[in-house]
């Protein structure tokens, strides 16, 4: 595995998100820098005040509902306290949803922009959800 | 083994990777050289745990299945 993980984080799909989540937290406390970039219909989901849960893609989601599976927020809390992980919004995202930084969901650590999100990557692998 | 120095961390009923995460959330816990028994009845993390282990340099100690239950024991090294 490369010492540089790339996560972009794209759909509102909980199976999807659930995925980035999963792979960002075993992968940072592995030992590889982790960066994850939620843009798109995941951005949503990291907002302040947004309650509503992202909508099952199939019979996985659905059947993770009834099972006692990690929330992909406690996940994504974890790659970042356990494996010291970073979560970004993707700049652009903020900018359609009409949001700022101070509404950003407590465990992100801020904006970031495409173009620096892709320098920061290009060495490493970039994995998209 | 100083049955002493073995805390034991109870996943039982959470899926992958959630055991490794109590693991590792754990593991900060004690002092180096105690161990750590993992109860998982994931079967997944039963095989993904000592994958961990091994790459980050801690050292297994068994992994034994008793009724459903994995029972893994991790003794911490640094």
Redesign the interface.
Known sequence: MSDQLSIMCVSGLHERIQMAA?TA??AA???TRVTVFLSMNALPYFIKGHTIKPPQEGEMGKL?AS????PFKQ?FE?AKE?GGATLHACSMAMDVLGVGEAELDGALDGPLGLTRFLSDAADGQILVF | MNEENVTVVDARGSFCPGPLMELIAHLKDINVGDTLELLSSDKGSAADVPEWVDKVGHEMVSNEERDGIWHIRVRKTK
């Open positions: 999963m937290a075993t406390v592995s030992g993770m099972k006692n599976v990690p996940l974890q356990l």
